[in-house]
């Protein structure tokens, strides 16, 4: 019968037959030890040299990483093992050989490794953040479905921009210029005016020209929006949203936030009510002397780091080129020195720009949007994830709600995650008067005919309606412990990366 490895603790006792590939070999000479990798788990599945073995043995010993086999045999529970169980095998079919595959355990650089991403995220850490992924994705779905919100799919190809001009990219649609759409907002807001609460899920192009470690040039956001309301239920959904994401995941993917080394406690904390601030509050912080502290703080524990980090390499070092040691112990220290180098290049450059973020926290213009800097200062003050709003309009879209009481700002909301992640959702409520709407559209140099259809939603039964929208990749960089988002989309596009 054939199982799925995830399903062994079923079928204890019981001879089952596996496929999938050799995550990992080893042999004594006598016994082959195959780590098989299946897409639901790992196993090991023991080959021991007998009269049964004797067509296959030699099979077996020989099987290299990420062959393709079929495994026949009989399941035990073993504890010690990985996933619990182990397989003592009766039968082997080969199915695909694997000659020199690329990633090898040994460490690979960033680069080498996003080249190969075909190959690369059959790997453990991949497969684990993938599946956060999948359970996030899942749980968006499910949460607007059973909510009563509609799907309305929105247009890729866009005629006029969405957000701001500058990251449009550019398509000649037989002729004529159209854009990649950064945003499905401006056509869910005419489908919440026919069915009161919808949402759009897809993908979105911005032509981001830096490379950080949170933009992608293409990712995939939800955007809900909803008929007769404000920013105060904008904010509510919101919260309401984040909780049940979070839970799902703790629910149901513990084990990969562990593996991942994700500090479990910290999502535990995140629970209603989230904190909100002002924009005018979040200035006030970054330019008080909280910021500061947190950020000399951070200075001190940083360099404290890299000259620990420093001894321990040496050590490990001294320890690799010494004699006597084995092979996969070497191994293992090269791995560890890996690691270590790349969170001491990391800590090199965060405390070379922690001065500059000092400077701009400091500097903040109460006028302006908050940079990534800032925003790592303000999610960082909290456990819980911190909603700002009233930004000033001059650095939003033009579409936003201007408030009743301050002309100069917008009834808008972003949410920082805690913990330095930064923003992960944005949204506001709209203008819904038709004529300030067509001034903002002038305001911002903006042609009203590409907006004509956009501005007749206000002339017929317009109404307060508002929505947000959700960066998946942020959010599972956020919920995974993930510096950046690169490995949050199986094929990531950022600048300077399309292939393959
Ligand atoms: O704040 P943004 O630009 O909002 C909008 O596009 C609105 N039209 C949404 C709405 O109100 N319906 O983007 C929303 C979210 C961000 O908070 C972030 O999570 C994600 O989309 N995002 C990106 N994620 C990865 N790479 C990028 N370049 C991103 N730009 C935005």
């Given at each position: 019968m054939h199982a799925l490895i995830k399903d062994l603790k079923n079928h204890v006792g019981e001879t089952v037959r596996l496929q999938g590939w050799i995550y990992n070999s080893r042999d004594s000479g006598k016994i082959a030890f195959l780590v098989l990798r299946d897409g639901s788990g790992l196993c090991q599945c023991v080959v021991a040299k007998s009269p049964a073995t004797e067509g296959f043995f030699d099979t077996a010993r020989k099987l290299t990483q990420e062959a393709a086999v079929r495994l026949t045999g009989l399941v035990k529970a073993n504890e010690k093992q990985i996933g619990g169980h182990e397989l003592e095998v009766t039968g082997l079919e080969m199915v695909g050989e694997s000659v020199d595959f690329p990633i090898s355990p040994k460490p690979h650089g960033i680069e080498f490794l996003f080249k190969h991403r075909h190959l690369h995220f059959r790997s453990r850490r991949q497969w684990h953040i993938l599946r956060v992924r999948h359970a996030v994705i899942d749980e968006i779905r499910s949460y607007f479905n059973r909510n009563g919100f509609t799907l309305i799919d929105t247009p890729?190809?866009?005629?006029?921009?969405?957000?701001?001009?500058?990251t449009l990219f550019q398509v000649d649609y037989f002729g004529e210029p159209v854009y990649l759409a950064q945003t499905g907002q401006l056509y869910v807001e005419a489908g919440c005016m026919a069915f009161g609460k919808v949402y759009c899920f897809g993908p979105t192009f911005r032509a981001e020209k830096s490379k950080t470690r949170?933009?992608?040039?293409e990712f995939w956001m939800v955007e809900p929006e909803i008929a007769f309301a404000e920013l105060d239920d904008v904010v509510a959904l919101a919260e309401d949203f984040i909780c049940s994401i979070v839970a799902r995941v703790l629910r149901d993917h513990r084990a990969d936030l562990e593996f991942l080394g994700r500090n479990i406690a910290s999502l535990e904390k995140i629970t209603k009510p989230f904190n909100r601030m002002t924009h005018k509050e979040a200035a006030e912080v970054l330019r008080g002397p909280r910021a500061k502290e947190l950020l000399e703080k951070d200075l001190t524990a940083k360099t404290a780091r890299i000259a620990e980090i420093k001894t321990l390499l040496a050590e490990k070092e001294a320890k690799v080129a010494g004699q006597g040691v084995k092979q996969w112990e070497k191994d293992k220290l090269v791995g560890e020195i890996a690691d270590l180098k790349d969170e001491v290049g990391d800590l090199e450059v965060e405390v070379t720009n922690i001065p500059h973020h000092i400077e701009l926290a400091a500097k903040f213009d109460p006028g302006g949007d908050l940079g990534g800097s800032d925003e790592t200062i303000i999610s960082r003050l909290s456990d819980k994830p911190t909603f700002v709003t009233h930004y000033p309009k001059a650095c939003k879209a033009f579409y936003m709600k201007q408030s009743a009481d301050d002309a100069s700002r917008v009834n808008n909301v972003d949410l920082l995650a805690p913990e330095g992640f930064g923003e992960i959702i944005g949204g506001s409520q709209r203008e819904d008067s038709h004529d300030v709407l067509l001034h903002r559209i002038h305001e911002e140099g903006l042609n009203p005919d590409d907006y004509a259809w956009y501005l007749d939603l206000r002339k017929y039964g317009t109404v307060p309606h508002g929505g947000f929208g959700l960066g998946v990749e942020r959010t599972v960089a956020w919920l995974c412990g993930l510096k950046h988002i690169r490995e949050t989309i199986p094929f990531p596009r950022m600048m300077g990366r399309f292939y393959p």
């Open positions: 890729i190809f866009a005629p006029a921009a969405g957000e701001g001009a500058q949170r933009h992608l040039t």
